[in-house]
Protein backbone atom coordinates (compact mmCIF):
# COMPACT_ATOMS: atom_id res chain seq x y z
CA UNK A 1 0.00 0.00 0.00
CA UNK A 2 1.30 3.25 -0.93
CA UNK A 3 1.28 5.52 2.15
CA UNK A 4 -0.65 8.12 0.19
CA UNK A 5 -3.22 5.28 -0.43
CA UNK A 6 -3.84 4.16 2.78
CA UNK A 7 -3.94 7.51 5.08
CA UNK A 8 -6.83 8.47 2.54
CA UNK A 9 -9.99 9.50 4.17
CA UNK A 10 -13.44 9.20 3.17
CA UNK A 11 -16.65 8.96 4.64
CA UNK A 12 -18.39 5.42 5.16
CA UNK A 13 -22.02 4.72 6.21
CA UNK A 14 -21.91 1.45 6.27
CA UNK A 15 -19.69 -2.03 5.50
CA UNK A 16 -22.43 -4.86 4.83
CA UNK A 17 -20.64 -8.44 4.59
CA UNK A 18 -21.59 -11.38 2.87
CA UNK A 19 -23.95 -9.84 -0.21
CA UNK A 20 -24.80 -11.74 -3.15
CA UNK A 21 -27.13 -9.20 -4.61
CA UNK A 22 -24.34 -6.85 -5.81
CA UNK A 23 -22.07 -8.42 -7.98
CA UNK A 24 -20.35 -11.60 -8.64
CA UNK A 25 -20.26 -14.43 -5.91
CA UNK A 26 -19.84 -13.33 -1.95
CA UNK A 27 -19.21 -9.80 -1.55
CA UNK A 28 -18.67 -7.00 0.70
CA UNK A 29 -20.35 -3.90 0.09
CA UNK A 30 -18.55 -0.37 1.39
CA UNK A 31 -21.16 2.10 1.00
CA UNK A 32 -20.00 5.90 0.51
CA UNK A 33 -21.65 9.17 1.56
CA UNK A 34 -23.07 11.49 -0.99
CA UNK A 35 -24.95 11.50 -4.04
CA UNK A 36 -25.92 14.28 -6.76
CA UNK A 37 -29.00 12.60 -7.41
CA UNK A 38 -32.25 12.83 -5.07
CA UNK A 39 -34.38 9.93 -6.24
CA UNK A 40 -37.61 9.98 -5.24
CA UNK A 41 -37.70 6.17 -4.15
CA UNK A 42 -33.67 6.09 -3.00
CA UNK A 43 -33.57 3.03 -0.52
CA UNK A 44 -30.32 4.76 1.46
CA UNK A 45 -31.86 8.53 2.19
CA UNK A 46 -28.93 8.04 4.27
CA UNK A 47 -26.64 8.56 1.65
CA UNK A 48 -27.43 11.72 0.47
CA UNK A 49 -25.62 14.54 1.90
CA UNK A 50 -21.94 14.05 2.17
CA UNK A 51 -21.44 15.04 5.46
CA UNK A 52 -22.54 12.46 8.29
CA UNK A 53 -25.52 13.30 10.03
CA UNK A 54 -27.84 12.41 12.83
CA UNK A 55 -31.06 9.96 12.86
CA UNK A 56 -33.34 8.88 15.83
CA UNK A 57 -35.23 6.00 15.57
CA UNK A 58 -38.42 6.31 18.45
CA UNK A 59 -38.64 2.67 18.69
CA UNK A 60 -35.23 2.44 20.15
CA UNK A 61 -35.69 5.32 23.11
CA UNK A 62 -35.89 4.50 26.22
CA UNK A 63 -38.20 7.64 26.80
CA UNK A 64 -36.94 10.42 28.69
CA UNK A 65 -39.05 8.85 31.78
CA UNK A 66 -36.34 6.69 32.04
CA UNK A 67 -32.75 8.61 29.88
CA UNK A 68 -32.16 11.91 29.71
CA UNK A 69 -28.65 11.47 28.91
CA UNK A 70 -28.89 12.70 25.17
CA UNK A 71 -30.66 15.95 26.90
CA UNK A 72 -28.00 16.30 29.47
CA UNK A 73 -25.35 15.17 26.85
CA UNK A 74 -26.04 18.01 24.42
CA UNK A 75 -23.54 21.16 25.01
CA UNK A 76 -26.04 23.57 22.85
CA UNK A 77 -29.57 22.48 24.38
CA UNK A 78 -30.59 21.23 20.86
CA UNK A 79 -32.53 18.49 23.13
CA UNK A 80 -36.03 19.45 25.31
CA UNK A 81 -37.89 16.42 27.18
CA UNK A 82 -41.87 16.30 25.72
CA UNK A 83 -44.93 15.59 27.12
CA UNK A 84 -44.88 12.26 25.16
CA UNK A 85 -41.50 11.56 26.67
CA UNK A 86 -39.59 11.91 23.56
CA UNK A 87 -36.48 14.08 23.10
CA UNK A 88 -37.31 16.75 21.22
CA UNK A 89 -35.33 17.71 18.74
CA UNK A 90 -34.43 22.19 17.74
CA UNK A 91 -32.23 22.19 14.09
CA UNK A 92 -31.64 25.76 15.05
CA UNK A 93 -30.03 24.89 18.15
CA UNK A 94 -27.83 21.66 16.50
CA UNK A 95 -24.28 21.98 15.88
CA UNK A 96 -23.85 18.61 14.94
CA UNK A 97 -21.03 17.46 17.57
CA UNK A 98 -22.71 13.94 17.80
CA UNK A 99 -22.45 14.01 21.48
CA UNK A 100 -25.76 13.01 22.05
CA UNK A 101 -25.56 9.74 19.85
CA UNK A 102 -22.68 8.85 21.72
CA UNK A 103 -24.27 8.92 25.38
CA UNK A 104 -27.26 7.47 24.19
CA UNK A 105 -27.12 4.08 25.23
CA UNK A 106 -29.43 2.33 23.02
CA UNK A 107 -28.51 3.50 19.35
CA UNK A 108 -31.95 5.62 19.07
CA UNK A 109 -29.52 8.43 17.93
CA UNK A 110 -27.15 7.08 15.61
CA UNK A 111 -24.88 8.82 13.35
CA UNK A 112 -25.01 8.09 9.87
CA UNK A 113 -21.75 8.15 8.70
CA UNK A 114 -18.07 8.08 9.76
CA UNK A 115 -14.37 9.06 8.18
CA UNK A 116 -12.43 6.10 7.86
CA UNK A 117 -8.87 5.72 6.08
CA UNK A 118 -8.85 2.89 2.87
CA UNK A 119 -6.20 0.97 5.64
CA UNK A 120 -9.00 0.98 7.87
CA UNK A 121 -11.76 0.10 4.92
CA UNK A 122 -9.29 -2.46 3.54
CA UNK A 123 -8.84 -4.60 6.71
CA UNK A 124 -12.76 -4.75 6.90
CA UNK A 125 -12.86 -6.48 3.43
CA UNK A 126 -10.24 -8.81 3.82
CA UNK A 127 -12.05 -10.31 6.37
CA UNK A 128 -13.56 -12.02 3.66
CA UNK A 129 -11.03 -12.95 1.93
CA UNK A 130 -11.87 -17.05 2.40
CA UNK A 131 -15.22 -16.04 1.04
CA UNK A 132 -14.11 -14.43 -1.99
CA UNK A 133 -11.97 -17.15 -2.71
CA UNK A 134 -14.34 -19.80 -2.77
CA UNK A 135 -17.03 -17.48 -4.32
CA UNK A 136 -15.37 -15.40 -6.99
CA UNK A 137 -16.48 -12.51 -5.00
CA UNK A 138 -15.01 -9.47 -3.73
CA UNK A 139 -15.45 -5.65 -2.71
CA UNK A 140 -18.06 -3.37 -4.50
CA UNK A 141 -18.20 0.14 -3.63
CA UNK A 142 -21.85 1.87 -3.30
CA UNK A 143 -23.31 4.40 -1.91
CA UNK A 144 -24.76 6.70 -2.18
CA UNK A 145 -22.52 7.54 -5.03
CA UNK A 146 -19.27 5.88 -5.26
CA UNK A 147 -17.84 8.45 -7.99
CA UNK A 148 -18.94 11.21 -5.26
CA UNK A 149 -15.84 10.89 -3.53
CA UNK A 150 -13.37 10.36 -6.20
CA UNK A 151 -9.58 10.44 -4.37
CA UNK A 152 -11.21 8.04 -2.30
CA UNK A 153 -12.65 5.69 -4.43
CA UNK A 154 -9.54 5.23 -6.61
CA UNK A 155 -7.37 4.74 -3.43
CA UNK A 156 -9.82 2.05 -1.87
CA UNK A 157 -9.87 0.35 -5.65
CA UNK A 158 -6.36 0.33 -6.05
CA UNK A 159 -5.26 -0.94 -2.75
CA UNK A 160 -7.94 -3.85 -3.29
CA UNK A 161 -6.42 -4.78 -6.69
CA UNK A 162 -2.81 -4.66 -5.46
CA UNK A 163 -4.56 -7.12 -2.65
CA UNK A 164 -6.18 -9.32 -5.68
CA UNK A 165 -9.62 -8.46 -4.31
CA UNK A 166 -12.11 -8.59 -7.41
CA UNK A 167 -13.62 -5.42 -7.52
CA UNK A 168 -16.92 -3.90 -8.69
CA UNK A 169 -18.83 -0.56 -8.51
CA UNK A 170 -22.38 0.65 -8.43
CA UNK A 171 -22.93 4.01 -10.27
CA UNK A 172 -25.70 6.29 -10.75
CA UNK A 173 -23.19 7.22 -13.80
CA UNK A 174 -23.81 11.34 -13.04
CA UNK A 175 -20.01 11.88 -12.31
CA UNK A 176 -17.34 13.25 -13.89
CA UNK A 177 -16.18 11.14 -16.68
CA UNK A 178 -12.02 11.33 -15.43
CA UNK A 179 -13.13 10.04 -12.00
CA UNK A 180 -15.01 7.38 -13.80
CA UNK A 181 -12.56 6.56 -16.37
CA UNK A 182 -9.73 5.82 -13.13
CA UNK A 183 -12.14 3.97 -10.94
CA UNK A 184 -12.89 1.85 -14.39
CA UNK A 185 -9.32 1.10 -14.83
CA UNK A 186 -9.27 -0.67 -11.30
CA UNK A 187 -12.56 -2.68 -12.10
CA UNK A 188 -13.16 -6.35 -12.57
CA UNK A 189 -16.48 -5.32 -13.64
CA UNK A 190 -18.92 -2.54 -13.41
CA UNK A 191 -22.90 -1.99 -12.33
CA UNK A 192 -23.85 1.21 -14.06
CA UNK A 193 -27.74 2.01 -13.14
CA UNK A 194 -29.74 3.38 -16.73
CA UNK A 195 -33.34 4.66 -15.19
CA UNK A 196 -35.05 6.37 -18.10
CA UNK A 197 -34.40 7.39 -21.50
CA UNK A 198 -36.56 10.64 -21.21
CA UNK A 199 -34.39 13.24 -19.89
CA UNK A 200 -37.17 15.56 -18.51
CA UNK A 201 -38.57 12.67 -16.80
CA UNK A 202 -35.74 11.67 -15.06
CA UNK A 203 -35.00 15.32 -14.11
CA UNK A 204 -38.37 15.64 -12.37
CA UNK A 205 -37.43 12.19 -10.57
CA UNK A 206 -33.97 11.95 -9.62
CA UNK A 207 -32.76 16.12 -9.75
CA UNK A 208 -31.12 15.55 -12.95
CA UNK A 209 -31.10 15.20 -16.85
CA UNK A 210 -30.15 11.99 -18.20
CA UNK A 211 -27.34 13.44 -20.80
CA UNK A 212 -24.38 13.04 -18.66
CA UNK A 213 -25.32 9.64 -17.66
CA UNK A 214 -25.53 8.61 -21.44
CA UNK A 215 -22.23 10.08 -22.31
CA UNK A 216 -20.24 8.14 -19.90
CA UNK A 217 -21.75 4.94 -20.55
CA UNK A 218 -20.95 5.13 -24.13
CA UNK A 219 -17.40 6.15 -23.17
CA UNK A 220 -17.19 3.21 -20.65
CA UNK A 221 -18.04 1.33 -23.50
CA UNK A 222 -16.04 2.79 -25.69
CA UNK A 223 -12.84 3.14 -23.58
CA UNK A 224 -12.86 0.09 -21.85
CA UNK A 225 -14.13 -2.49 -24.71
CA UNK A 226 -13.23 -5.58 -21.97
CA UNK A 227 -14.86 -4.25 -19.13
CA UNK A 228 -17.99 -6.55 -18.38
CA UNK A 229 -20.51 -3.98 -17.32
CA UNK A 230 -23.91 -5.25 -16.15
CA UNK A 231 -26.59 -2.38 -16.78
CA UNK A 232 -29.49 -2.11 -14.21
CA UNK A 233 -33.02 -0.61 -14.01
CA UNK A 234 -35.05 -0.11 -10.69
CA UNK A 235 -38.50 -0.42 -12.46
CA UNK A 236 -40.46 2.76 -10.38
CA UNK A 237 -44.02 3.17 -9.94
CA UNK A 238 -45.47 6.24 -12.03
CA UNK A 239 -41.91 6.83 -13.26
CA UNK A 240 -40.23 3.79 -16.01
CA UNK A 241 -42.73 1.49 -15.31
CA UNK A 242 -44.34 1.10 -19.05
CA UNK A 243 -43.07 -1.39 -21.34
CA UNK A 244 -42.53 1.40 -23.99
CA UNK A 245 -39.50 2.58 -20.93
CA UNK A 246 -37.61 -0.36 -20.62
CA UNK A 247 -37.78 -0.84 -24.16
CA UNK A 248 -36.26 2.67 -25.11
CA UNK A 249 -33.58 1.20 -22.87
CA UNK A 250 -32.92 -2.04 -24.43
CA UNK A 251 -32.79 -0.30 -27.53
CA UNK A 252 -30.09 2.13 -26.32
CA UNK A 253 -28.32 -0.25 -25.22
CA UNK A 254 -25.89 -1.97 -27.63
CA UNK A 255 -24.52 -5.03 -28.84
CA UNK A 256 -21.58 -5.62 -26.72
CA UNK A 257 -19.82 -8.72 -25.24
CA UNK A 258 -19.92 -8.57 -21.14
CA UNK A 259 -23.07 -6.55 -21.13
CA UNK A 260 -26.05 -8.02 -19.02
CA UNK A 261 -28.98 -6.40 -18.33
CA UNK A 262 -31.18 -6.26 -14.82
CA UNK A 263 -34.84 -4.96 -13.70
CA UNK A 264 -34.78 -4.03 -10.25
CA UNK A 265 -38.27 -3.64 -8.59
CA UNK A 266 -39.56 -1.30 -6.59
CA UNK A 267 -39.32 -1.74 -2.49
CA UNK A 268 -39.83 0.28 0.08
CA UNK A 269 -37.16 -1.14 2.39
CA UNK A 270 -35.78 2.41 2.66
CA UNK A 271 -39.03 4.00 4.17
CA UNK A 272 -38.13 3.85 7.98
CA UNK A 273 -34.80 5.61 7.43
CA UNK A 274 -36.28 8.94 6.00
CA UNK A 275 -38.23 9.01 9.42
CA UNK A 276 -35.14 8.86 11.46
CA UNK A 277 -33.39 11.72 9.57
CA UNK A 278 -36.80 14.24 9.80
CA UNK A 279 -37.55 13.43 6.16
CA UNK A 280 -41.30 12.66 4.40
CA UNK A 281 -40.74 9.70 2.14
CA UNK A 282 -41.82 11.17 -1.38
CA UNK A 283 -43.34 7.69 -3.38
CA UNK A 284 -45.62 8.00 -0.44
CA UNK A 285 -47.82 4.20 -0.36
CA UNK A 286 -47.45 3.76 -4.37
CA UNK A 287 -46.77 0.15 -5.49
CA UNK A 288 -46.04 -1.85 -8.56
CA UNK A 289 -48.95 -3.29 -10.31
CA UNK A 290 -49.29 -6.83 -9.99
CA UNK A 291 -47.66 -8.71 -12.96
CA UNK A 292 -45.31 -6.39 -14.54
CA UNK A 293 -42.62 -7.31 -13.42
CA UNK A 294 -43.44 -10.91 -15.35
CA UNK A 295 -44.42 -8.61 -18.27
CA UNK A 296 -41.27 -6.48 -18.23
CA UNK A 297 -38.69 -9.43 -17.79
CA UNK A 298 -40.40 -11.39 -20.85
CA UNK A 299 -39.50 -8.01 -22.95
CA UNK A 300 -36.20 -7.87 -21.60
CA UNK A 301 -35.53 -11.69 -22.71
CA UNK A 302 -36.21 -11.24 -26.59
CA UNK A 303 -33.57 -8.34 -26.65
CA UNK A 304 -31.07 -12.38 -26.20
CA UNK A 305 -28.80 -11.00 -28.87
CA UNK A 306 -27.45 -8.09 -26.51
CA UNK A 307 -26.79 -10.31 -24.33
CA UNK A 308 -25.54 -13.15 -25.55
C1 LIG B 1 -28.70 2.74 -3.55
S1 LIG B 1 -28.13 2.63 -5.19
C2 LIG B 1 -26.43 3.07 -5.09
C3 LIG B 1 -25.77 3.13 -6.44
C4 LIG B 1 -26.06 4.35 -7.30
N1 LIG B 1 -26.26 5.52 -6.55
C5 LIG B 1 -27.24 4.10 -8.23
O1 LIG B 1 -28.31 4.65 -8.02
O2 LIG B 1 -27.05 3.32 -9.17
C6 LIG B 1 -27.99 0.86 -5.50
C7 LIG B 1 -29.07 0.30 -6.38
O3 LIG B 1 -30.29 0.32 -5.68
C8 LIG B 1 -31.33 0.69 -6.57
N2 LIG B 1 -32.44 1.25 -5.80
C9 LIG B 1 -32.43 2.32 -4.98
N3 LIG B 1 -33.64 2.49 -4.39
C10 LIG B 1 -34.43 1.50 -4.86
C11 LIG B 1 -35.81 1.13 -4.63
N4 LIG B 1 -36.58 1.81 -3.78
N5 LIG B 1 -36.29 0.04 -5.27
C12 LIG B 1 -35.50 -0.67 -6.13
N6 LIG B 1 -34.20 -0.39 -6.39
C13 LIG B 1 -33.68 0.69 -5.76
C14 LIG B 1 -30.65 1.70 -7.48
O4 LIG B 1 -31.38 1.89 -8.69
C15 LIG B 1 -29.29 1.05 -7.68
O5 LIG B 1 -29.34 0.12 -8.75
S1 LIG C 1 -25.52 16.82 17.57
FE1 LIG C 1 -24.62 17.97 19.29
S2 LIG C 1 -25.73 19.94 19.25
FE2 LIG C 1 -26.89 18.53 17.96
S3 LIG C 1 -28.44 17.68 19.30
FE3 LIG C 1 -26.71 16.26 19.36
S4 LIG C 1 -25.43 16.92 21.10
FE4 LIG C 1 -26.88 18.59 20.61
S1 LIG D 1 -30.23 9.00 25.22
FE1 LIG D 1 -31.18 7.71 23.68
S2 LIG D 1 -32.56 6.37 24.81
FE2 LIG D 1 -32.05 8.09 26.16
S3 LIG D 1 -33.70 9.57 25.80
FE3 LIG D 1 -32.01 10.10 24.43
S4 LIG D 1 -32.52 9.05 22.52
FE4 LIG D 1 -33.79 8.11 24.10
S1 LIG E 1 -28.48 7.78 -7.47
FE1 LIG E 1 -28.58 5.98 -6.15
S2 LIG E 1 -27.96 6.67 -4.10
FE2 LIG E 1 -28.35 8.51 -5.34
S3 LIG E 1 -30.43 9.07 -4.85
FE3 LIG E 1 -30.52 7.75 -6.67
S4 LIG E 1 -30.76 5.63 -5.91
FE4 LIG E 1 -30.13 6.93 -4.19
Redesign the pocket.
Known amino acids: MTLSDAKTTGIVFNIQNYSVHDGDGIRTLVFLKG?P?R?K????PE?HKKQPELAFNPRKCLTTEKCTRCIKACPNGALSPSEHHMPVFDPEKCVRCHTCAEACPSNALNVYGETMTVEEVITRVEKDDAFYARSGGGMTL????AMAQPAFAAALLREARRKRIHCMI???GHCDWEALAEACASLNALI??I?CMDSAKHKAFTGVGNERILENFARVCETFPDLPIMV?T?V?PGFNDTEEDIRAILEFLPQRKGLSYEL???????QPKYDYLGKTYPMGDQELEEGLMTRLNIIQSSYTTKFA
Open positions: CLCWCSNSSGGEETCMDKRPILPYHRFG
